[in-house]
């Protein structure tokens, strides 16, 4: 009777921790997308940037203009511009002390966020 209660518990206790989760954000795309940015620019050596507002999902519902800044950020790095093509589309904005803004587009491939930043910001021109 104690084992059935015991394992009981720990079902509650981690149901109601996968729900928080969830609840919580920490496993949406969205959060990956702002992680995915944060190490691309720690990788191009680009520092002092941070999370300035929320990470926009952008689909073929969205305003032209953020359409445009996706397709041509994947235009740029030679894919395929085409916003179905991926699972799903982040724009997210960092900004530095001097009030520079770095707009990265992430997108989710095969389970994997990943960011394209301007090649211009990491000296790729």
Known sequence: MKTVLRTLLVVTLLAVNIFLM????CTGDDNLAVEATEDALREAGVEDYRQDGDPKEITTKDSES???IAKMRFLEYGMSPNLEDYRSVYLVEMKDDNGNNITAVCYNENGEVLSLLPKSATGQE
């Open 22 to 25: 969830g609840a919580s954000g």
């Open 66 to 68: 953020h359409q445009m």
